[in-house]
């Protein structure tokens, strides 16, 4: 897997996701790009919210599965 890491795109410099691309590699990670961008991103801890609705698919999920039987 080779992983693109670079300053112009600081808003992805995100710890979490790194981390993510990192470990998804099976048998070898490349990261590709500036040195600084890879620090940006180990240091930076700050996840910002996640605004999906799974929590409400999977309450109504199991609602209606649970009604069924």
Do not use: C, E
């Amino acid at each position: 897997m080779v992983i693109p890491i670079m300053t112009q795109h600081f808003t992805m410099l995100q710890r979490n996701l790194l981390y993510t691309g990192v470990t998804q590699g099976r048998k070898l990670v490349v990261l590709v790009g500036q040195p600084k961008a890879v620090a940006m991103a180990v240091k930076n801890v700050t996840g910002r919210r996640r605004w999906s609705r799974l929590a409400q698919w999977l309450t109504a999920d199991a609602a209606r599965t649970l009604g069924g039987v």
